[in-house]
Nanobody, 115 residues
């Protein structure tokens, strides 16, 4: 069974940095594209960043230049490095993985950017 577990969410001050992790089990991330999304209460889940099997990346305009995404295939984990955080980055962050045409989501981790 494929499972994704996000971690690293917490309260951080504006301008701060945070790194989220998404650890996969039940499948190898080496063969699947993955993504980070975020969702606020009452709003649709929106794309933050994606990373392909060959580590090509794509970012939402709102986070370009501030966020980076990387993968460690040996640890079966994808990371989202978030810098220069803003209050509007406050959301629940989710990762997903697309192995063999399927789609799996993690349970999410809360990021709150506030002074």
């Amino acid at each position: 069974q494929v499972q994704l577990v996000e971690s690293g969410g917490c309260l951080v001050q504006p301008g701060g940095s945070l790194r989220l992790s998404c650890a996969a089990s039940g499948t190898s991330i080496s063969f699947a594209p993955m993504g980070w999304y975020r969702q606020a209460p009452g709003k649709e889940r929106e794309l933050v960043a994606t990373i392909t099997r060959t580590s090509n990346t794509n970012f939402a305009d709102s986070v370009k230049g501030r966020f980076t995404v990387s993968r460690d295939n040996a640890k079966n984990t994808v990371y989202l490095q978030m810098n220069s955080l803003k209050p509007e980055d406050t959301d629940v962050y989710y990762c997903n993985i697309h192995p063999n045409g399927y789609l799996f989501w993690g349970q999410g981790t809360q990021i709150t950017v506030s002074s």
